[in-house]
């Protein structure tokens, strides 16, 4: 609706629609203001000019403007014009919400389980289990370390699995991941660390979380026995051991020693983050380095690879020293996970739930990489043993380019990601990194399928 107001010096095109009554009006000036179509000062048309135009009561308009003075859009003043509220005055826009992130058609996206295996009936039977049991007092605030029920469970857990030295007094229970690589930096960098190395390549986001912290991030090579020594003078090394992430080798059996007596003579501690180590293929699987040296190594550990991220649960195994700084530092937070979430995971693993789903998964998962290995063109070289959730692939130097591979599978809907991005310096090998867990079982054909497709359109 086009409407004039040579009297007030507007002249502007306000889009109200009159079955949207007086919210739409106010809605329609709000705009008109925010947009600077109704300049900052000016003068508006009178109550009874902009319902005469608009066809409206005037006792509608009067309501609007008072709403939206009400809000600090106009000023009113007695004997005097409604005007706009200055520049300065003007309420803040509100914040667009965020759009949610859409998964691709075909996800192949690297670190992600199959969600739609999570395993909802062992998991509702476990928490009906822990209803029907769990004292009263036990739903209270929860210890800062996280449930003595789970930390007990962990300690036998860990032991069985991953070979860690688990005393359930040394567990802390976090958010996941991230939550828990926070804590221990801000904690770290307290006690005076202020640098921290990380794998090169190594996921990007957890090195900016860090270096938010408090502690400046370096790097350290990685070759086809895991990270590489000859360099690390750091006070603190992050390290994925059983399967870096995203090269996929495992850190070998002397370089575990020469890193463990490392961290002993120069008093440095090691993060070993065990990100999926219970997914092993090929072999019996690697035991966790923290074993070696229990007082200089941090083990970490959650259930975002085997059951799902959504539940936001993680742990920390800790030397004796840090236990009780991490307990500060989780007070200071005042974040813990759910308490009932973490009495169903104790109760899934004591049932053999947990043991039996991880089986499945293992079985499931391997299955998956062989297929997509068969179904590979020569022009890409797989990188690391068989294992985890994702394949990194190196591209020739003769092309395809990582930056045309990536490009092809956008066409086609496909989510995986490019290697560089990992790199923590310019000019290293492209190549992708593919996720094989992250599809539904009924769509992992068809997601292999495009993906073979797509590195067919851009190879020479």
């Known amino acids: 609706m086009t409407l004039s107001w040579s009297s007030s010096g507007l002249d502007v095109h306000l889009g109200w629609q009159p079955e949207t009554g007086r919210t739409g009006l106010a809605a329609a000036i709000r705009a008109a203001i925010r947009d600077g179509r109704w300049q900052a000062g000016a003068a508006v048309p009178s109550t009874r000019a902009l319902a005469q135009d608009l066809g409206v009561a005037r006792g509608t308009v009067t309501r609007v403007y008072a709403d939206l003075a009400a809000e600090g859009y106009l000023r009113t003043a007695q004997g005097a014009p409604t005007r706009v509220a200055t520049a300065g005055a003007l309420p803040q826009s509100p914040p667009r919400p965020a759009a949610r992130e859409v998964a691709p058609r075909w996800d192949l996206r690297p670190g992600r389980p199959d969600l739609s295996a999570f395993p909802g009936q062992a998991w509702l039977a476990s928490t009906r289990k822990v209803l029907q049991r769990v004292p009263a007092t036990n739903l209270g605030y929860a210890s800062e370390l996280g449930a003595p029920e789970l930390r007990d469970t962990l300690a036998v857990y860990l032991a069985r699995s991953r070979g860690v030295v688990a005393d359930p007094a040394r567990i802390v229970v976090c958010n996941g991941y991230s939550h828990a690589l926070t804590l221990l930096t801000r904690v770290l ?50 390290v994925t051991a059983a399967h870096q992430y995203p090269m996929g080798v495992t850190l070998a059996p002397h370089r575990r020693a020469a890193l463990t007596r490392w961290a002993g003579d120069s008093g440095a501690i090691v993060l070993e983050d065990d990100y999926d180590g219970e997914f092993r293929f090929d072999n019996q699987q690697v035991g966790a380095l923290q074993a070696l040296a229990p ?20 742990w920390l195994v800790l030397p004796r020293s840090l236990v009780e700084p991490m307990r500060a530092a989780i007070v200071d937070s005042g974040s813990r996970p759910p308490v009932l979430n973490q009495l169903t995971l104790a ?27 068969a179904a590979l063109p020569g022009v890409v070289t797989p990188r690391g043993i068989s294992a985890g959730l994702h394949l990194t692939l190196m591209l020739p130097d003769g092309g395809p ?47 292999t399928q495009a993906f073979i497709e797509a590195l067919w359109e851009v190879t020479p």
């Open 347 to 373: 109760e899934l693993i004591d049932s053999g739930g947990y043991d039996r789903h991880v089986r499945r998964s293992r079985t499931e998962y391997r299955s998956r990489r062989d297929r997509l290995l």
């Open 401 to 447: 380019t990582e930056t045309e591979v990536l490009a092809a599978c956008r066409r086609r809907a496909i989510g995986l990601e490019g290697l560089r991005s990992y790199w923590q310096d310019e000019g290293r090998p492209g190549g992708v990194i593919v996720g094989y867990g992250a599809a539904a079982k009924h769509a992992f054909a068809g997601a």
């Open 189 to 238: 960098h307290g006690k005076g660390v202020d640098e921290v190395a990380f794998e090169n390549p190594s996921l990007r986001m957890y090195r900016d979380l860090v270096a938010a912290n408090g502690p400046r991030v370096v790097g350290a090579e990685v070759d086809d026995d895991g990270i590489d020594m000859s360099a690390l003078d750091s006070p603190a090394v992050v």
């Open 295 to 314: 007082e200089r190594v941090v083990y970490a550990g959650t259930v975002s690879k085997t059951l799902a991220p959504a539940l936001r649960l993680g």
